[in-house]
């Protein structure tokens, strides 16, 4: 299993970044793909979740903010990540699990990628 993001980088506050995350060796269209974030000196924290129906799920923070995709042909996930605050910057994660529920609650995660780091200055 490989799951590597890309697209993270420097971004001033307003602004926006599209985080992808390419997806090999999982059975992608049944799998939920999510993303979390990890802040310096903080746990890792669930942001938003993609059922493999299609159903969206966002912590309350990003709501309205970022928006999650999935196109299963290509295997791949996206992160519009809209409005940005400097709270938002972190490493981001993408993982897969069987459900947006066990994206949602950190556990179980089949797999995880390495990460992007996204940071955003004011």
């Known amino acids: 299993v490989q799951l590597v993001e890309s697209g993270g980088g420097l971004v001033q506050a307003g602004g926006s970044l599209r985080l992808s995350c390419a997806a090999s060796g999982i059975s992608f269209s049944r799998s939920a793909m999510g993303w979390f974030r990890q802040a310096p000196g903080k746990g890792r924290e669930w942001v938003a979740a993609?059922?493999?129906?299609?159903?969206?799920l966002y912590r309350d923070s990003v709501k309205g903010r970022f928006t999650i995709f999935r196109d299963n042909v290509k295997s791949t996930i996206d992160l519009q990540m809209n409005s940005l605050k400097p709270e938002d910057s972190a490493k981001y994660y993408c993982a897969a699990a069987d459900s947006v529920l066990s994206l949602e609650e950190g556990n179980p995660v089949d797999a995880w990628g390495q990460g992007t780091l996204v940071t955003v200055f004011s």
């Open positions: 993609i059922s493999n129906g299609g159903s969206k």
